[in-house]
């Protein structure tokens, strides 16, 4: 009975051997997908902490940590293959066993990554006093150069403009902003990528970008087209023609008329639009916009006339006292 004990306890280690000795290639496979899964993770959090750490936050030491032991785990395992190489008497179930190991860590520090909570926490108050706010020396230049830079950029002489010095000082905020936004947008994006809610694809030109499935574009249009204030959203159906006065809804918010056929703008048309704030036209053969187009449009912050033909803007456009983005990207 007692050398039936002893063989039966030889049993299960035996077994693990032989598992390890067979399953090598498997166990190495396994190893590389779960890695892949780790760098995603350590990638997603390191942007994370750069939009949050935009504005004014800290990372926590502890996810700071993980950050430094993940990428020596990772930089560990990428070299076993190298260390087998070396030492050639690693039999088939040692490497195994090792790769197992390796496996085992990955898997806890990526349990580990996707437990935090927050990754960051409040940065503590300056340490200083509040000095009282002063009406600004050299205002009078400064208003004065702005005119100049203005003229600069309505003109056809100048080609580049650079800011610099205290001058561009006002523009930090809101670049630090927009980055963080930038950041922010790219995490959105890939998870919506990863649910298969957005598709990667190729523009005209080649270049990587996203678009809507259509079964979930027709539910979202269908979605905000009913709702107040309305979309209308006409994009891609080789239109030759904008639409009739009547679909221009006093409520309207958000146009898109891009990537049609459409040619000219009526002269008689001029919409009832004082909400709308964004008007997308680009990718149309447009070669000119009449006067009175823009004249109930007093609300419109966004339009996009890149890739048309015109060759010039109306004077109306000088009225859009709201607008703040107009791209005129790529016309001819």
């Known amino acids: 009975m007692e050398f039936l004990g002893q063989i039966s306890c030889i049993g299960p280690p035996l077994c693990k051997y032989i598992e390890y000795h067979r399953k090598l290639e498997e166990y190495k496979k396994n190893l590389t997908r779960i890695l892949d899964e780790l760098e995603g993770k350590k990638d997603e ?24 032991n993940v990428q020596t785990i ?9 260390t087998f190489k070396k030492v050639k008497c690693f039999s088939r179930a040692h490497q195994a066993k090792l790769v197992d190991k390796k496996i085992q860590e990955v898997k806890e520090y990526h349990q580990k990554g996707t437990s935090f909570n927050s990754l960051v926490i409040d940065a503590p108050p300056p340490v200083g006093i509040t000095l009282p706010m002063t ?9 004065k150069n702005m005119e100049e830079i203005w003229g600069h950029l309505i003109g056809n002489e100048i080609q580049k403009i650079g800011v610099c010095g205290m ?6 905020d809101e670049m630090v902003n927009l980055q963080a936004t930038e950041h922010m947008a790219h995490i959105i994006i890939k998870s919506l990528v990863n649910n298969c809610l957005l598709l990667e694809s190729t523009d005209n030109e080649g270049r990587s ?27 891609g159906m080789e239109l030759e023609e904008l639409p009739s006065g009547k679909e221009w809804k006093e409520n309207l918010d958000k146009v898109s008329l891009m990537d049609n056929l ?6 008689s048309l001029s919409p009832n ?3 709308l704030s964004t008007l997308l036209l680009q990718g149309n053969p447009l070669r000119s916009i009449p006067e009175s187009f823009f004249s109930h449009m007093h609300g419109l912050k966004i339009l996009n006339l890149s890739g048309t033909k015109i060759e010039s803007l109306p004077n109306s456009i000088s009225e859009l006292t709201n607008l703040t983005a107009l791209l005129l990207r790529n016309c001819s």
């Open 167 to 172: 001058g561009g000082a006002g523009f930090v």
């Open 74 to 82: 990772i930089d560990e395992a990428k070299n076993i293959e190298d």
């Open 262 to 267: 459409i040619k000219e703008i009526p002269s």
């Open 135 to 143: 009406g600004l020396v050299g205002e009078t230049i400064a208003k």
């Open 273 to 275: 639009c004082q909400i």
């Open 45 to 68: 959090i390191k942007l994370r902490l750069e939009v949050e750490c935009g504005f004014g936050k800290l990372p926590k030491i502890k996810v700071n940590n993980w950050l430094g």
């Open 209 to 235: 970008c996203v678009k809507l499935h259509v079964i979930v574009r027709d539910m979202a249009l269908m979605h905000i087209t009913s709702k107040s204030p309305l979309f209308m959203v006409k994009a």
